[in-house]
């Protein structure tokens, strides 16, 4: 069985450029999320869609990111304009959805803004 | 707010050493409790998953408890090897929030 796959796998790019993560879930999990990981720290949730709706994107920064599920499968994460505070490692996961499920994530993508 | 704190955030020890790894959560009313893996520029590797009701699960060397009530979690991992070397990270699910990550331990295991 593939795991939550993330492309790509790094990105460098010039502040206030645009940049796209897409993430594809194992397949069956309707539960997706997007978390930031900051260097030392633990990851920290940015939306969760269960299917294609957003159900918790209270930590979405709404003015520069933004995100999308269609079709309810695969999701794409967009950053515009970019900041220098936005570098870090952006990872995607996914899950059956109700309690206790487990939580299996992707390799993520790791962000450096120049 | 949910809040998870992981001791040691570091840990050097020679092969062979068996290891515990210690996670505190704030908040008891928990639904269960993830020990995550994560190796230098990976993703996360799920290890164990306990739930509320669980005390303790167990996969090959590993074995994590939990005590719901007093919020702690412990990762015992016996017998280290140099390829456990990695960072690991306890997380927090308490129903209709994200989960809770603490910062790690970061372990290294000297052959």
Do not use: M
Request: aromatic share 8%; charged share 20%; with cysteine.
């Amino acid at each position: 069985e593939a795991g939550v796959v993330q492309s790509p796998r790094y990105k460098i790019i010039e502040k206030k450029q645009p940049v796209a993560f897409w993430c594809n879930p194992i397949s069956g999990h309707n539960t997706l999320y997007w978390y930031r990981q900051n260097l030392g720290q633990g990851p920290e949730l940015l939306i969760r869609y269960e299917n294609e709706e957003a159900v918790d994107d209270s930590q979405l920064p709404k003015d520069r990111f933004s995100a999308e599920r269609l079709k309810g499968v695969d999701s794409t994460l967009k950053i515009q304009p970019a900041e220098l505070g936005d570098s870090a490692v952006y990872l995607c996961a996914s899950s059956y959805t109700g309690v206790n499920t487990e939580a299996f994530f992707g390799q993520g993508t790791r962000l450096t803004v120049v | 707010k949910q809040e998870v704190t992981q001791i040691p955030a570091a840990l050097s020890v020679p092969e062979g050493e068996n290891l515990v790894l210690n996670c505190s959560f704030t908040d008891s009313a928990i639904y269960n409790l993830q020990w995550f893996r994560q190796d230098p520029g990976k993703g996360l590797t799920s290890l164990l998953l306990i739930q509320s009701s669980q005390r303790e699960q167990t996969s090959g060397r590993l074995n994590a408890s939990l005590d719901k009530s007093s919020g702690r979690s412990t990762l015992y991992i016996a017998a280290s090897q140099p390829g456990d070397s990695a960072t690991y990270l306890c997380a927090v699910d308490s129903g209709n929030t994200p989960l809770v990550f603490g910062k790690g331990t970061r372990l290294s295991v000297i052959a």
